[in-house]
């Protein structure tokens, strides 16, 4: 029998979760507040066999004080998505959700504190997915790991990273490169590059693709993704994992060898063209978000001058044999490194 | 705006990576990019190292006789750098190198005049997501 007056203890409830390069250990008031925070991490890649550091998260209410400190992010933010807003600096970085939710991580003990007021923990999976996201990806930025909007094809003793912009193509290029045969599909959409250690790496961010109609139509592999939902209202692309695609999935670290980046020729016939050193910086950079803390952002520019100055770069011109005989297109592309990347 | 030699202060906030084809300059403050030709980096280089200019510019003249100095185009290149925040005007004399000399840089064997050009806008500070390079559509 419970004692008038004396209130039940509440355990905070923990999970840990594997992410590209990290172990993130969470901790929440409530199953359900956990159950928001593992929905926002189920998307990342959780791939074997790569050194992980560790990282705390701890969901706790909001208080007044942190309410009005986020408030005061919000309106003063230097840096600024589409459902957070807050600062990044050397030692603590800051976002904040409009409703006063906030995020605060502290970079030398590795732990980040999430405040959650009641509207944020009823609001949509986007803005739980960004509040998440934002203190990770400074983080990350700081262990000197940096986002690429790219693709990855593994064929041979090539790696290609396909690099481009929404709707460029690389979805629809790793396919093509994928029937080669042997080919193994290493990343979509995101990717985490870092030169820690030594050598250039990447790694898949997450385990899903979104895949256009266009491109649905034209991968028989891809069908089952026609009963899917649009993302919303606003983009038609279908969401499904990679390995429901394919078995020839691999979402560990690997080594770029190549870079390509795809844009529509309208011929029929698709093409690479090598590209300068300065072009590809320009174009990596593009997209590669950067953080706004000086020091990690020359970070990520000094990798991506030695991605741009290292690995050899093409724009994949493509035609419409990237739908029609994308096999043919993918042992063409790869004859190609073969020949102009000679050992 | 025209510049007088040794009197360009490189902005400090801006770092130079040298590529196969010249350079580029990142703004870390702006988050913009410049190119630079291979001419424009040795200029760049020379003024970072703290050098005055006129020993460069006497370099030229000796390395390309016959050359009207004034077709080298540093000092437009110096205007240049300042227009563009890459540069401004020394208050002071820049400090002489350490070693007392200024070692005169490997050079091309014709000069074209050095050049700096913006690319394009800044990087977006405004993106949709910590992830995605996307600005958001405006409503």
Redesign the interface.
């Known amino acids: 029998m419970a004692v008038a007056g004396a209130e039940t203890p509440t355990l905070p409830v923990t999970t840990s979760l594997a992410l590209p390069w990290l172990s993130v250990h969470v901790s929440a008031p409530s199953p359900g507040v956990l159950a928001r925070v593992s929905d926002a991490l189920a998307k990342y890649a959780r791939a074997d066999g790569d050194a992980r550091r560790d990282v705390a998260i701890d969901v706790v209410p909001a208080t007044d004080v942190t309410t009005a400190s986020a408030r005061a992010i919000a309106a003063h933010a230097?840096?600024?998505?589409?459902?957070v807003h807050g600062h990044a600096a050397a030692d603590v970085t800051t976002f904040a959700t409009v409703d006063g939710s906030l995020a605060t991580l502290s970079h030398a003990t590795r732990q980040i504190t999430l405040a959650v007021t009641t509207e944020v923990f009823d609001a949509p999976y986007s803005t739980w997915?960004?509040f998440v996201?934002?203190p990770?990806?400074?983080l990350w930025r700081d262990d000197g790991c940096h986002?690429l909007?790219a693709a990855s094809v593994t064929h041979g003793r090539h790696t290609a990273l396909i690099v481009g912009?929404?709707g460029a193509g690389k979805t629809t290029t790793a396919l093509a490169l994928l029937q080669a045969p042997d080919s193994t599909w290493r990343a979509d959409d995101?990717v985490l590059l870092t030169a820690t250690g030594g050598a250039l790496r990447g790694i898949s961010?997450y385990r899903n693709t979104n895949v256009a109609p266009a491109t649905i139509r034209a991968f028989a592999a891809l069908q089952f993704a026609e009963q899917r939902p649009p993302l919303d209202p606003?983009n038609d692309k279908r969401a499904c994992l990679l390995d429901e695609v394919t078995d020839a999935v691999d979402l560990r670290a690997f080594e770029p060898t190549a870079l390509i980046f795809p844009s529509q020729s309208g011929t029929a016939d698709s093409h690479l063209s090598r590209m300068?050193?300065?072009s590809v910086?320009?174009r990596l950079?593009?997209?590669?978000?950067?953080s706004?803390e000086?020091g990690r952002?020359?970070a990520h520019?000094?990798l991506l001058?030695r991605l741009?100055?290292g690995v050899p770069a093409f724009v994949l011109s493509a035609g419409t044999d990237m739908l029609h005989t994308p096999a043919a297109v993918a042992t063409r592309v790869f004859r190609h490194l073969d020949a102009t990347t000679q050992r | 705006m025209s510049f007088a030699p040794q009197s360009v202060a490189l902005n400090p906030?801006v770092?130079c990576?040298p590529?196969?084809?010249?350079a580029?300059l990142?703004d870390?403050?702006s988050?913009q990019?410049y190119?630079l030709n291979a001419t424009g980096m040795i200029v760049w280089q020379w003024l970072e190292d703290g050098s005055p200019i006129a020993p460069l510019e006497a370099a030229l003249e000796q390395h390309y006789p016959g050359t009207r100095p004034d077709t080298f185009g540093l000092r437009e290149f110096g205007s240049r750098l300042i227009d563009l925040g890459l540069a401004e005007p020394a208050t002071a004399s820049p400090v002489a190198p350490a070693n007392g000399t200024s070692e005169a840089p490997s050079l091309p064997s014709t000069w074209a005049p050095p050049d700096v050009t913006p690319?394009?806008r800044p990087?977006s500070?405004?993106?949709?997501?910590?992830?995605?390079?996307?600005v958001?559509?405006p409503e």
């Open positions: 230097t840096v600024a998505y589409q459902f997915a960004d996201a934002a990770l990806a400074e986002p909007h912009a929404s995101k961010l606003t300068d050193a300065t910086l320009l950079a593009g997209q590669s978000p950067m706004s000086r952002a020359r520019h000094d001058c741009a100055a | 906030d770092v990576s590529l196969a084809e010249g580029v990142f870390l403050s988050k990019y190119a690319h394009g990087l500070k405004v993106i949709l997501s910590p992830f995605d390079p996307t958001p559509v």
